[in-house]
């Protein structure tokens, strides 16, 4: 089921919410539920917004989110994470009618080929999901408040509304100017470079002296099986066996005067443990590497003066070329945006320490990985277009494009009526049933 697979990932990657609004549609007459948003002839029902919340909350436990998660505040005003949720999908829920409205004043038509599909992927879902059964598949859709029509309706309008984009953006975005997504940038994102202190430490594999062992590098420094041993500070010995004693890989040993295994700690490179799950085992610093971690970064602010990018620079070179695994960092640019979700709350705390102060600022953050010093610079004039700064702008086109629509709404988002006592009779995110399909 392609058409599916597609439709899940999009829920996943999409900056707005992928609502439903099928009342577009003559068909919404079996919707009986209250109004809750208009604008001339388009409506979003009670019904309906219970169906987009059940696909938020999906994507937002997609993320990690659980039920015990909805309750936390958020911000000093008392908002929870519920609320939030709850406010976000009623803010997209109205660009989607605005890119209704917008659609029916450019006067387009979905291709055939479009609704064709549409048609093809309920009438999957018919026959896999609800074993071939209409009424069957009804009652799981129930469960989102939902029917097989209403949903049919929903994906002509999903279409519909990326239609109307794809007209005036092009595919992908394919019609944007470089100006549009350098303006955007300069707008919407932050430039700096970073030292961060770690708040942890790798554990690497050690043998059983509890020496830690170090590895041959390949070509492209990456470790190899074969451990590397120090052929001038150590020797080979002979076993009982009258043979020279070799490790598991068949290569000579090389031993320390004391018995301990002479690595060679310069060409070599140590192995991070890695726990049953795949990750990489760290542990704590100590209490004392901790308040230094603290001075540190302390001492590189108040070193810095504002604008003074060299200082910074060497500031980041002086802690990186230490022998001290806790700091990390280099002169390359990153990139964050300041509008929408970086993915992780530590990049958004990073992204809006950054946005409250100037270009030429440093500001030190402390999140879950240690202290993260970072500098903030104006965006490069070539930031889309030079290779090195790709892997922080896979998703910018679908930015860019997302923030001209919303733009572009802006007037029509502003005449859509809300009834406030609809909106306040919807169960919380608690009582919303996850929608991880359709």
Same mark, same amino acid.
């Given at each position: 089921?392609?058409?599916?697979?597609?439709?899940?990932?999009?829920?996943?990657?999409?900056?707005?919410?992928?609502?439903?609004?099928?009342?577009?549609?003559?068909?919404?007459?079996?919707?009986?539920?209250?109004?809750?948003?208009?604008?001339?002839?388009?409506?979003?029902?009670?019904?309906?917004?219970?169906?987009?919340?059940?696909?938020? #909350?999906?994507? &937002? $436990?997609?993320?990690?989110?659980?039920?015990?998660? /909805?309750?936390?505040?958020?911000?000093? =005003? @008392?908002? +929870?994470?519920?609320?939030?949720?709850?406010?976000?999908?009623?803010?997209?829920?109205?660009?989607?009618?605005?890119?209704?409205?917008?659609?029916?004043?450019?006067?387009?038509?979905?291709?055939?080929?479009?609704?064709?599909?549409?048609?093809?992927?309920?009438?999957?879902?018919?026959?896999?999901?609800?074993?071939?059964?209409?009424?069957?598949?009804?009652?799981?859709?129930?469960?989102?408040?939902?029917?097989?029509?209403?949903?049919?309706?929903?994906?002509?309008?999903?279409?519909?509304?990326?239609?109307?984009?794809?007209?005036?953006?092009?595919?992908?975005?394919?019609?944007?100017?470089?100006?549009?997504?350098?303006?955007?940038?300069?707008?919407?994102?932050?430039?700096?470079?970073?030292?961060?202190?770690?708040?942890? #430490?790798?554990? &690497? $594999?050690?043998?059983?002296?509890?020496?830690?062992? /170090?590895?041959?590098?390949?070509?492209? =420094? @990456?470790? +190899?099986?074969?451990?590397?041993?120090?052929?001038?500070?150590?020797?080979?010995?002979?076993?009982?066996?009258?043979?020279?004693?070799?490790?598991?890989?068949?290569?000579?040993?090389?031993?320390?005067?004391?018995?301990?295994?002479?690595?060679?700690?310069?060409?070599?490179?140590?192995?991070?443990?890695?726990?049953?799950?795949?990750?990489?085992?760290?542990e704590l610093c100590s209490s004392e590497e901790l308040a230094e971690n603290k001075e540190i970064a302390e001492k590189v602010k108040s070193s810095v003066e504002k604008g003074d990018?060299?200082?910074?620079?060497?500031?980041?070179?002086?802690?990186?070329?230490?022998?001290?695994?806790?700091?990390?960092?280099?002169?390359?640019?990153?990139?964050?945006?300041?509008?929408?979700?970086?993915?992780?709350?530590?990049?958004?705390?990073?992204?809006?320490?950054?946005?409250?102060?100037?270009?030429?600022?440093?500001?030190?953050?402390?999140?879950?990985?240690?202290?993260?010093?970072?500098?903030?610079?104006?965006?490069?004039?070539?930031?889309?277009?030079?290779?090195?700064?790709?892997?922080?702008?896979?998703?910018?086109?679908?930015?860019?494009?997302n923030y001209l629509f919303r733009k572009k709404c802006a007037d029509i988002i502003e005449s859509i009526q809300v009834d406030e006592d609809v909106f306040a009779a919807l169960p919380?995110?608690?009582?919303?049933?996850?929608?991880?399909?359709?």
């Open positions: 089921m392609k058409i599916c697979l597609k439709r899940a990932l999009a829920c996943l990657l999409c900056v707005v919410t992928v609502l439903s609004l099928s009342c577009v549609f003559t068909a919404c007459s079996q919707d009986k539920s209250p109004v809750l948003l208009s604008y001339e002839n388009l409506t979003v029902t009670e019904n309906q917004f219970k169906f987009l919340l059940s696909r938020a #909350k999906a994507n &937002y $436990e997609r993320m990690g989110l659980s039920e015990d998660n /909805y309750d936390d505040l958020i911000d000093l =005003d @008392g908002t +929870t994470r519920g609320d939030y949720i709850m406010q976000q999908v009623l803010h997209d829920a109205k660009l989607m009618i605005a890119g209704a409205a917008l659609f029916e004043q450019e006067g387009l038509t979905l291709p055939a080929e479009t609704v064709d599909a549409i048609e093809t992927e309920v009438a999957e879902y018919i026959e896999y999901h609800g074993d071939g059964s209409k009424s069957a598949f009804n009652n799981i859709l129930s469960a989102y408040s939902f029917n097989v029509t209403m949903l049919e309706n929903q994906y002509l309008f999903e279409a519909k509304y990326q239609y109307v984009q794809d007209y005036l953006y092009g595919e992908n975005g394919s019609k944007l100017a470089p100006s549009a997504t350098q303006e955007f940038l300069n707008d919407n994102a932050v430039a700096f470079k970073q030292l961060l202190i770690r708040s942890y #430490k790798y554990v &690497y $594999e050690k043998d059983v002296s509890g020496d830690e062992i /170090y590895y041959l590098t390949d070509a492209n =420094d @990456g470790q +190899t099986d074969n451990i590397a041993y120090d052929k001038i500070k150590g020797s080979t010995r002979i076993g009982e066996d009258g043979k020279v004693i070799t490790d598991k890989n068949g290569d000579s040993i090389y031993f320390l005067e004391n018995g301990d295994i002479a690595y060679d700690k310069e060409k070599g490179v140590r192995a991070v443990m890695v726990d049953a799950t795949g990750n990489l085992v760290t990018f060299l200082a910074f620079e060497q500031a980041v070179k002086e802690y990186t070329d230490k022998n001290d695994e806790r700091f990390t960092g280099d002169n390359s640019y990153c990139f964050l945006y300041t509008t929408g979700d970086n993915g992780y709350d530590e990049l958004n705390d990073i992204a809006d320490a950054l946005s409250a102060v100037e270009v030429g600022d440093v500001t030190v953050v402390n999140s879950e990985h240690g202290y993260n010093i970072v500098m903030r610079y104006d965006i490069p004039e070539d930031a889309t277009a030079n290779k090195d700064y790709e892997e922080w702008f896979t998703d910018l086109n679908a930015r860019v494009v919380d995110m608690k009582k919303i049933n996850a929608n991880y399909n359709y």
